[in-house]
Structure formats: structure tokens, C-alpha cells
């Protein structure tokens, strides 16, 4: 399948950071893309559009990435999710594999470091959920 065959969901409460994405994931032909600025909406917009892929902030002022990661698990446990941060901190990529996450990116994202993470996350859930 193409990355255009899936849909994405992506939560970061920066409204720049959320165009970015968007706009990266539109390089990469992705096309259904929905976004939210908050965890309450994103829960909302899951359970709506059930997406494939979920790109999520950590550090976010309501409920932080991980706390988010494990309501998102409860409601969509086969949806595939990257967090993106721009923290480069090592603690933050461990913690991240730690919490069962298929992939990482630091922000801003290239077009390409994205693809990688799309690609690797998918196969992740596909080895998963086999």
C-alpha cells in the first residue's frame, strides 16, 4: 500500500508545528490528514476517523504525549503513532520506545527522516498485529 492509502491524525498544540507535518506529510503524498491542537480533540477525532497513523507532540500543556498515549491505546490499540518533539533529549526517545511507540521524529522533520518513520512504524504494526 501507499502512504496515500492511510490516514493520519496529527496532535500538536503549536499551530505552526501542526502545518509543518501537514505539509511534510502532503510531500509524501498523504491525504487525509485531520489535526488537533489538544488531547480532548484528538481523542474526539479518532474514535471519528479512526486513522491509521497518529503523529503526536510530547510536550503539549494539558496532558503531555504519553499520558495522551495511553488513552489513545485503550481507544485505537492497532493505530500506528510517532511522536515528534523538538526536544532532543535521549531521555525522551527512551521513554518513547518505553511507551510502545512505533516511531520518533525530531522537530522540524524532513520529508525524508518522516517517510523513514511512516515506514518503520507500519511495519512495526504489521509485525505486531500479524
Known amino acids: 500500500?501507499?502512504?496515500?492509502?492511510y490516514?493520519?491524525?496529527?496532535?500538536d498544540d503549536d499551530e505552526f508545528s501542526r502545518e509543518f507535518v501537514v505539509t511534510v506529510l502532503g510531500h509524501l503524498?498523504?491525504?487525509v490528514v485531520h489535526c488537533a491542537p489538544d488531547s480532548d480533540t484528538a481523542i474526539v477525532l479518532a474514535r471519528q476517523h479512526k486513522p491509521d497513523f497518529v503523529?503526536?507532540?510530547?510536550?503539549?500543556?494539558e496532558v503531555d504525549g504519553w499520558t495522551f498515549l495511553e488513552k489513545l491505546r485503550k481507544t485505537m490499540p492497532h493505530a500506528a503513532v510517532i511522536m515528534i518533539t523538538g526536544?532532543?533529549?535521549p531521555a525522551d526517545f527512551r521513554k518513547s520506545m518505553a511507551e510502545t511507540v512505533d516511531g520518533y521524529c525530531i522537530k522540524p522533520v524532513s520529508p525524508g527522516?518522516?517517510?523513514r518513520?511512516?515506514?518503520g512504524a507500519?511495519?512495526?504494526?504489521?509485525?505486531?498485529?500479524?
Open 117 to 119: 518513520a511512516l515506514e
Open 1 to 5: 500500500m501507499k502512504l496515500s492509502d
Open 29 to 31: 503524498g498523504c491525504n
Open 7 to 11: 490516514t493520519y491524525l496529527v496532535v
Open 113 to 115: 527522516v518522516m517517510l
Open 87 to 89: 526536544s532532543g533529549k
Open 122 to 130: 507500519l511495519s512495526r504494526r504489521k509485525s505486531q498485529n500479524a
Open 55 to 61: 503523529l503526536l507532540d510530547i510536550y503539549m500543556p
